[in-house]
């Protein structure tokens, strides 16, 4: 393993885990979290808040299904409104927890350990949130299923050659390739609690989750293989699922759609906003659960790091676009850039340039880097921008393309607000529970990380 | 069978009513046989459930035409998750009723239609119609092909009046003080009264009608007249052609009809008249004639010079148009008629006016015998004189203009009569007052405060005898129900004068009686028969042994042979100038009846009210136009509620403006603003007739307009009219050139197609197949009526969604006419376009629909299969020409008996969630083809029409197999200036235009 | 210390495969379940107001379809007798008979009789008789052996995969169009060979092959097409 | 079933360096049935122990072949085959948009085989073992490192094995009872 308190390319870090940590301290202080640790009111608090928003979204939901689509703003011309946006919008939060658990584990960025459990999970939330969107925006949606190839009366299929195809079959692969991630990795962990535990009805269920883990040798040497396996596959396929959404838009002919440059920049978008929900969730977290040691200054300034590279690609991504909006010489396309920046939703388009790309250039000074309190602000701040970017990106583009006659206007309505808000609440009701039922950090992981991990050769 | 008829829909998982529905209803129908048929309909009519069933779920207002949804929207819920349960759409379905005749009909071949030759007749003038009847239902209203009046063309109120038979506003029973009664007991009610006023010869009585042309029922007044001899006749429309009457009096001293043949004219001068559009009589026939002229390959094009205050469809194809106040046209001519006379007392200012004048006069004097001028009605009489001698000067009189014997059956001067009434009613000189339909309680001109009076009491009975328990009716003490003309026998003449034989495609829904048959009773027949009435005057015209034949032949023509008019030769006298040698100055309030509702009597009909306006496209309202310039001086923006007054009334309207208007006036459309129509016209605008006076019944001046700073919603149905993005681009949606401009350079419009070859992919051969569909729209001849729009709709069930619903851009025509205005908006030039689905060949919607719900039949149909669409709206995203409409909301009306009557069996009523979008009639495809396999040919060209092309009064759309080369759609595709919308996409469409060509005067191209 | 009985193990992984080996049989399940007669209602008789028996009128008496099915040649609709139809005979015949009492009674006060629909397609499919009577596809090809049923029943599930099925080989069941109306019809074989233009026949698919040459029948492209059925 | 005796003896080390040490002894000992227990995953340990073939990349490569093959087959039966239709006039065959669900389909097979793959190699789930009888092995997912040489081991013999384990100085031995 590396060694992780060593000074790292000349500039002097804080190490991913303060000194003086041992593995019972490690096992102890992380699971007490889970098994001993009380219910605090805060958690109480925060926990019924977003399950409220959860339910006000039920609500919505249920009126939708009585009353049809119709409640929402979409229209003609603009056929997908929030819907597809919030879609989007999750879909890219959850590819940094993706990102972190595999990419960062195949280049060995150790770093990783303390932050990939809950960042798994966040995908796995988001993911379940992104899901509810296509479903929710058809027409009948109880003809979901209809989008995959079920053998059926009609001996009619789906229709391979739409994206809209695609995004099912790569957000599906996606979500259980997440889960499956999650899952191995918390096996040695469930042992561990399996075995801290008192409770006997607890002991049944975390053994039941362990499968009866023992720490074999035989078994770590396959568990390793198998969970690099997996870090190897996961890698290429958030590459792709991000690329599967923008061709959603890549595919149609509509101008501001149709473009090539939307799969390399809608992913670095994803990891862009990914990044800024983890650490949205680690600030907090790490404060109220006293985690300090273990996610330190040094994981919130790479992440940051990480935002600010991302964010620049984005940025490329802008300019590229505005550049072939003119280069392509297509009046169409031309008119794109105009509308973005005189049409009547101009502001929008303002306000995620500042966001993605002026704002968040205050990372290159390490003050904003370190300082959680900037951090959590930058963060939302991309957030915002991010999900601004898929509404110039879905809404602006639609509303007024090739036939002046046909062009229209959208208007979210209160329907709207309260599905997307709704599913922000579900996001963190998930959350919530997870902190307080799974260990929130790699036990195992952390061990891994610590000096007396160490095999000494003599 | 029954079933299947009147209840398709795209989704048979949602439950099946229990409550009396249609099925049912049809049920209890079939159960007797021809002649008492229908009425076991009536009885059901009587039945409380029928009523329960039709008064249930009436959303109140149109916006909320969509909010009678929750509970179906349940019930689809709950077949969602049935749905789900199994692995296809359709859970099992319930069992499924089906009722035969116990006798049945000789003539009916169950499952197919049948077509029935009658007319539909407004403000006097007939539109010949055939209309298809499916199973005894009247469902679709089709041009008569051989009758000269139509062609096969119809106008919008013929397309719609399907809906007005079906409308379950419709008045449905006799009501006296709004109880109901039965016709028993009113025809014994006025027993007493007429036999008091039989003492006096019936000095006491007065018969107030609209415009009669009806010979028949002309007859039956005169009849009625005959035995209450003091009685008088009062006519009164509020749209009515007075001055036309008094120009004719001024120029011939007698009444007299003015027809024109523009086949033959090669210039043309309109001033203040939009003969080409619905409402103006004979514009079916003048629009199919003006459009063949109008073909720039024909090498005899005609040129058409328009003076007008107020852009209209006519306008907008004009060659050169000269925008005048209403009042300033009379000045116009004025000017004109004095030019030979040395001095002048009318100056024109020499830029526009004068400049115009000289090239149009040495136009017309260079056509002469081939050229037209005609006039608005709402032109005063002295326009109407002086265009009679212009006419005659030219020649034209005989050649391109014919004088006959006027179609109205008792020409008077409307306003005059309706005075005289009003008058004799206020001296309490009328004992009973019979209005045998119109709605002069809401119509009247105010100043005569008709309203007031019916309510004053000062007339002891009034009888109302109409179609609606509308404003009138209120004020009646009896109200009749009248027949629709679909329901009922009669007569009436086309603007030709040629009879049609008015005969009923079903028996009275609501057992109304005709306008005939309740006059007939007045005259004191007992429980007389509108058939019987009609025939026996027909017998008197036409005795005979043969009046048999000659009656069935008139049946089955559609029209009465020999009734035209001959043309009568008449000089017209010289007449002196009348008007103020200076234009008056003040805002102008000029009153049109609206392009879609006309006066108001079509205001409960909701493909009308939501029908665009030709030129501002909107719908559901009344607007006040103002052009440009005025707003910005009145300070007044497009939304704003303005406040209109004149004389001291005030009308608030809302401020819409208008590209082309005239300055310092407006522009206001009557209709609007009623109180009893029904959920669809009730409170939808607002009166202008509180502002019409009869001394000023067209053009008001002195109107003072001030901005309320309220803003009101207008709900428009295109985005934005012209062609020119505000970036500076040029979008050459309709591609345009002046003749010689296309004499040079003929290929100008197809120049942008791509190479086939482009494509990366091997195109698909449709050659494999006998077919492959096409159509040609041809601008140049599309005079922008609208009346594809409302045959589409009416063709295949297509709902209406409510001005709300429009305002959020979610209206469902499959076909909309889009209007663009060029250049300066002071007075620019405008074009239609319709637009249909373009069936491309490499559709780009096809591609992104996750489920194959729309996809290519072998011969180029783009597909869309309702029954598997989700309802992702990709397909509409992806569709550059937007033509795909979505079920937002059930916009369709599951529950209304009526509605479901009127459907088309052949179509598919979608329901909620669905996408949908033109199919070109496939319906129609399906059947001509099966029929011909039958027979073991193929379809032959021009047997097979879409509903839009065969109703379009001036031929523009053309559709046919273009794998027969000699196919009129083939030709016209292989034609100079056929070119495909946003060709560069290479979305290669299957619906392609023709260029439109203008024809201006060299001299005022400048 | 110990938490689970050694039994455990066995039990975890019997669960593993059981859990499989019940979702596909859940699957399974589901499928068939939308083929079954429950929800097709094949080979199911309806109830009706009158026990019409097909057997009897057809085979016993031998009564052409189009003498109560008239439009079936002319029309998508086949065509249902009205009572009318029904009292031709049975003004003569049977006049009694309880079992008639509802066809006399509607004939006398002119209440239709109120039929179950038998062979219901949804109402977003169209479907023309008339055209296929002409190609040649026979009566029974879809209905089944009418003239041995006793009470009506659809023999054909009627779903979309059975129209396919034909649709996509129609050659599997044209016949020659005289033929049409022959409830005993029989595909041509070695024993029983099909005359046809002059021709013998002893195996379908070459008779099929050449009715659809004879018959101009469209491609399969063409007839598998969306709006050959659904608008 | 040998449930009445032992299933093996087991020593207890502090670090991970003494248990990896023990292994190795133990394999140059000659002892062929024994495994080793860690809290965390040691390298060095899986050759100390003797484990060397690691089933798992080959059960991942043939799922991932299986995957990509029945993926393309899919969508190229559905569309050329099963229904052929004519889609915004696109050849029925449009390999290009084929690929990315082929895609999708492969790296799910594979994903999913790598965690079954594990699983059922590991034997597990497997809730009861033998070795949890020990009391202090629950510390084996904590801070504790444990060698067990099998009863199975042709070499085993209680006595001299307990010696031999003692002799590399562990924090405790224990009997494990089968």
Redesign the interface.
């Given at each position: 393993m590396s060694e992780p308190n060593k000074v790292e390319s000349g500039l002097v870090q804080a190490p991913v885990i303060e000194p003086g940590h041992t593995f019972a301290t490690v096992t102890d202080q992380i699971s007490s979290i889970v098994l001993t640790r009380p219910v605090s009111n805060g958690w109480v608090f925060g926990f019924g808040l977003s399950f409220l928003l959860t339910m006000g979204m039920l609500y919505a939901i249920g009126y939708l299904f009585i009353k049809g689509v119709g409640i929402w703003g979409v229209n003609i011309p603009v056929g997908w409104g929030f819907a597809i946006v919030n879609f989007v919008w999750w879909i890219g939060i959850g590819h940094a927890g993706t990102l972190i658990s595999a990419i960062l584990l195949l280049l060995r960025q150790s770093w990783r350990n303390s932050i990939n459990r809950f960042a798994e999970a966040m995908t796995l939330f988001a993911v379940s949130c992104a899901g509810l969107f296509p479903i929710l925006h058809l027409g009948r949606p109880w003809l979901a299923y209809w989008l995959f190839p079920i053998p059926n009366t009609m001996q009619y299929w789906p229709q391979f050659r739409s994206p809209l195809v695609w995004d099912v079959f790569a957000v599906s692969t996606y979500a259980t390739i997440s889960a499956l991630f999650w899952f191995i990795g918390l096996i040695p962990d469930l042992a561990t609690l399996r075995d801290r535990t008192d409770n006997r009805g607890l002991k049944i269920v975390y053994g039941m989750l362990a499968m009866g883990w023992r720490g074999s040798a035989r078994h770590w040497a396959r568990y390793e293989t198998a969970y690099l396996l997996l870090a190897g596959l996961a890698t290429p396929l958030v590459l792709s699922v991000h690329t599967v959404v923008s061709f959603d838009f890549a595919v149609g002919i509509v101008p501001g759609w149709h473009t090539t440059i939307f799969p390399p920049y809608f992913v670095a978008g994803a990891i862009y906003s990914g990044f800024a929900m983890v650490l949205m969730l680690a600030i907090p977290i790490r404060k109220f659960y006293g985690l300090e040691d273990f996610i330190t200054e040094r994981h919130l300034e790479n992440s940051a790091m990480v935002m600010l590279a991302t964010g620049l690609i984005v940025g490329y991504g802008y300019v590229i676009e505005a550049f072939m909006n003119w280069y392509a010489g297509d009046p169409n396309e031309g008119f794109v850039l105009w509308n973005r920046l005189h049409g009547p939703y101009a502001l929008s388009y303002y306000a995620l340039l500042f966001c993605n790309l002026v704002l968040p250039q205050v990372l290159w000074i390490r003050k904003f880097r370190v300082k959680p309190f900037w951090l959590f602000l930058i963060s939302l701040d991309i957030l915002v921008g991010m999900w601004l970017e898929r509404f110039v990106i879905v809404v602006v583009s639609l509303h007024r393309d090739f036939l002046t006659s046909s062009w229209g206007m959208y208007y979210p309505t209160r329907w709207d607000w309260m599905t997307y808000i709704g599913t922000i609440g579900l996001f963190l009701s998930l959350m919530f529970l997870f902190v307080r039922i799974l260990p929130m950090i790699s036990i195992f992981e952390m061990r891994t990380l610590l000096p007396e991990a160490e095999v000494k050769s003599e | 069978m029954k079933i299947e008829e009147t209840r398709k829909r795209e989704d048979g998982c949602p439950g099946k009513h229990e409550k009396l529905d249609l099925a049912t209803a049809r049920a209890r129908l079939e159960k007797t046989k021809g002649p008492e048929f229908w009425r076991s309909l009536e009885e059901l009519a009587g039945s409380d459930e029928f009523r329960e069933m039709m008064h249930r779920e009436f959303p109140k207002g149109a916006s909320e035409w969509v909010d009678a949804v929750s509970r179906r929207g349940f019930m689809k819920l709950m077949g969602a998750s049935l749905a789900m349960a199994g692995m296809t759409a359709c859970t099992k379905q319930p069992l499924e009723p089906i009722v035969p005749y116990v006798k049945q009909p000789e003539e009916l071949v169950p499952g197919r239609p049948m077509f029935y030759a009658t007319a539909f007749e407004l403000a006097g003038y007939a539109s010949p119609v055939l209309v298809e009847s499916h199973m005894y239902r009247p469902t679709k209203v089709e041009g008569n092909e051989q009758h000269s009046a139509s062609l096969g063309g119809t106008d919008i109120y013929a397309q719609a009046s399907i809906l007005g038979m079906y409308d379950p506003d419709r008045s449905q029973t006799i009501t006296n003080m709004g109880d109901e009664r039965t016709w028993g007991s009113f025809v014994s009610a006025i027993r007493g009264p007429l036999s008091v006023q039989k003492g006096l010869k019936g000095a006491g009585i007065r018969l107030l009608t609209q415009t009669v042309s009806s010979p028949t029922l002309a007859d039956q007044v005169k009849a009625f007249l005959a035995v209450y001899p003091e009685a008088k006749w009062h006519v009164y429309e509020p749209v009515n052609r007075d001055n036309v009457l008094e120009g004719a009096r001024m120029a011939f001293g007698q009444p007299v009809e003015t027809r024109y043949d523009f086949s033959k004219a090669d210039i043309i001068l309109s001033l203040d008249a939009d003969f080409l559009s619905p409402g103006f009589p004979g514009s079916i026939r003048y629009a199919r004639d003006y459009a063949k002229r109008r073909n720039p390959d024909s090498g005899t094009m005609n040129r058409m010079y328009v003076v007008e205050s107020n852009p209209s469809a006519t306008g907008a194809k004009a060659d050169h148009r000269l925008v005048l106040r209403t009042s300033d046209i009379e000045r116009f001519v004025s000017s004109i008629a004095a030019g030979s006379t040395g001095n002048n007392p009318y100056p024109l200012d020499m830029e526009g006016e004068a400049k115009f004048f000289k090239a149009m006069a040495t136009d017309l004097a260079g056509h002469r015998g081939s050229s037209i001028v005609i006039v608005g009605d709402h032109q005063p009489a002295f326009v109407h004189a002086f265009a009679h001698a212009w006419n005659a000067q030219l020649q034209n009189v005989g050649t391109t203009v014919f004088y006959t014997d006027p179609v109205d059956a008792h020409p008077v001067n409307q306003a005059e009569s309706l005075k005289e009434l009003v008058a004799d009613m206020r001296g309490g000189k009328v004992d009973v007052l019979v209005i045998l339909g119109g709605n002069p309680a809401y119509d009247a001109p105010a100043d005569f405060g008709f309203a007031d009076l019916l309510k004053s009491g000062s007339v002891p009975l009034r009888i109302h005898h109409g179609l609606y328990q509308d404003e009138t009716a209120e004020l009646c003490h009896w109200h009749v129900n009248a027949a629709h003309y679909l329901e009922s026998w009669g007569d009436a003449r086309a603007y030709d004068g040629t009879v049609s034989i008015v005969q009923p495609l079903i028996a009275p829904l609501y057992s109304g009686r005709s306008a005939i048959e309740f006059v007939a009773t007045l005259a004191g027949g007992s429980e007389v028969n509108g058939h019987e009435l009609v025939q026996a005057y027909w017998k008197k015209q036409h005795s005979g042994a043969d009046f048999d034949t000659f009656w069935r032949k008139s049946l089955h023509d559609g029209w009465v042979e020999g009734t035209g008019f001959a043309p009568k030769s008449l000089i017209a006298k010289a007449t002196a100038p009348t008007a103020t040698p200076a234009s008056p100055p003040g805002i102008e309030i000029n009153f049109r009846h609206d392009p879609s509702i006309y006066d108001g009597r079509f205001a409960n009909n909701g493909w009308l009210q939501e029908l665009p306006k030709p030129m501002s496209k909107l719908t559901w309202d009344s607007a006040l136009l103002v052009s440009p310039a005025t707003a910005k001086q009145l300070n007044l923006e497009t939304k704003d509620l303005a406040e209109l007054e004149l004389n001291g009334k005030k009308v608030k309207a809302p401020v819409w403006i208008q590209a082309g208007h005239a300055d310092n006036c407006v522009t206001v459309s009557l209709g609007y603003g009623r109180w009893r129509a029904g959920r669809a016209g009730t409170g939808a605008g607002f009166n202008m007739y509180e502002l019409r006076y009869s001394a000023t019944p067209w053009v008001a001046n002195g109107a003072v307009i001030s901005n309320t700073g309220a803003k009101y919603v207008l709900a428009s149905t295109q985005g934005y009219q012209t062609m020119e993005t505000q970036d500076g681009g040029d979008r050459p949606l309709v591609q345009t050139r002046s003749l010689e401009e296309y004499r040079k350079e003929p290929n100008f419009a197809t120049e942008e197609e791509p190479p086939a070859e482009l494509t990366l992919y091997p195109g698909y051969d449709y050659k494999k197949e006998p077919y492959a569909w096409g159509m040609t729209i041809d601008l140049n001849a599309c005079v922008g009526c609208n009346n594809c729009i409302i045959a589409c709709q009416s063709e295949n069930n297509i709902p209406i969604v409510g001005k709300e619903q429009v305002n959020r851009g979610r209206h469902m025509h499959w076909l909309r006419v889009d209007a663009y205005y060029q250049g300066d908006r002071e007075n620019p030039k405008a074009y239609f376009q319709p637009v249909p689905c373009m069936q491309c060949e490499n559709a780009p919607c096809e591609l992104v629909c996750p489920v194959g719900a729309t996809v290519h039949s072998s011969e180029g149909l783009n597909d869309m299969v309702y029954n598997r669409c989700v309802g992702t709206r990709y397909c509409s995203n992806n569709c550059p020409y937007k033509v795909r409409r979505f079920n937002f909301l059930l916009f369709q009306d599951w529950e209304t008996p009526q509605l479901k009557m009127m459907r088309n069996p052949d179509v598919t009523v979608r329901s909620r969630g669905v996408m949908e979008k033109c199919t070109y009639c496939v319906q129609r495809i399906n059947h001509k083809r099966i029929d011909a396999e039958r027979e073991d040919r193929l379809i032959a060209d021009g047997e097979l029409e879409t509903a839009c092309q065969q109703s379009c009064p001036a031929d523009a759309i053309v559709f046919g197999n273009i794998n027969d080369p000699n196919s009129r759609v083939a030709q016209l595709k292989a034609g100079a200036r056929n070119y495909s919308l946003l060709a560069d996409l290479n979305t290669r469409p299957r619906t392609t235009y023709l260029a439109e060509i203008r024809n201006p005067n060299p001299e005022l191209e400048a | 210390m110990q938490i689970f009985h050694r039994s455990t193990n066995t039990i975890s992984r019997a669960t593993i495969f059981g859990a499989v080996f019940v979702v596909g049989v859940l699957l399974w399940v589901a499928i068939n379940f939308q083929r079954s007669p429950y929800v097709t209602y094949a080979g199911v008789a309806r109830p009706q107001p009158a026990p019409f028996s097909h057997q009897h009128h057809v085979a016993a008496l031998g009564i052409d379809c189009r003498y109560c099915h008239t439009s079936v040649e002319k029309s998508s609709f086949a065509g249902i007798p009205p009572t009318k139809t029904c009292m031709n005979c049975h003004a003569q015949i049977w006049t009694g008979a309880p079992m008639l009492e509802p066809v006399r009674n509607s004939f006398k006060t002119g209440e239709s009789l109120v039929w179950n629909r038998v062979n219901d397609l949804p109402d977003y499919v169209y479907f023309d008789h008339s055209i296929h009577i002409n190609k040649g596809v026979g009566c029974n090809t879809c209905h089944g052996e009418v003239d041995r049923m006793p009470l009506m029943y659809n023999q054909a599930s009627l779903q979309m995969e059975w129209c396919l099925d034909c649709h996509r080989a129609p050659e599997k069941n044209l016949r020659p169009r005289e033929q049409v109306f022959n409830m005993r019809y029989q595909q041509p074989s070695k024993d029983v060979p099909v005359k046809f233009d002059g021709k013998e026949y002893v195996d379908q698919l070459t008779l099929g092959q050449d009715l659809a040459t004879k018959y101009r029948l469209r491609s399969e492209m063409d007839i598998t097409s969306c709006s050959t059925c659904h608008r | 079933m040998k449930r009445d005796i032992l299933y093996g003896v087991m020593a207890e080390f502090k670090?991970?360096?003494e248990l990896?040490e023990a292994?190795r002894a133990t394999e140059h000992a000659g002892y062929k049935k024994f495994?080793?227990?860690?809290?965390?995953?040691?390298?060095?340990?899986?050759d100390?122990?003797g484990?060397h073939k690691?089933?798992?990349?080959l059960v991942?490569l043939i799922a991932g072949i299986i995957g990509c093959l029945s993926g393309y087959a899919?969508?190229y039966w559905?569309?050329v085959i099963?229904?052929?239709?004519?889609?915004?006039?696109?050849?029925m065959h449009?390999w290009p948009?084929?690929v990315?669900?082929t895609?999708?389909?492969t790296?799910?097979f594979?994903?999913?085989s790598?965690?079954l793959?594990?699983?059922a190699?590991?034997g597990?789930?497997?809730?009861?073992?033998p070795?949890?009888?020990v009391?202090r092995?629950?510390?084996?997912?904590?801070?504790r490192f444990f060698l067990i040489i099998f009863y199975s081991d042709p070499k085993f013999d209680l006595a001299s094995t307990t010696k031999f384990l003692q002799a590399m100085g562990p924090r405790s031995i224990s009997e494990v009872p089968g």
């Open positions: - | - | - | 670090t991970p360096t990896v292994a495994d080793a227990y860690s809290p965390f995953p040691i390298e060095e340990l899986s100390a122990v484990f690691n089933g798992v990349p991942v899919l969508q559905i569309s099963a229904y052929p239709i004519n889609v915004g006039g696109r050849p449009s948009s084929f990315v669900v895609f999708e389909v790296i799910l594979a994903g999913v790598a965690v793959g594990m699983l190699l590991n597990l789930p497997m809730p009861y073992h070795v949890f009888n009391p092995f629950a510390l084996a997912s904590k801070d």
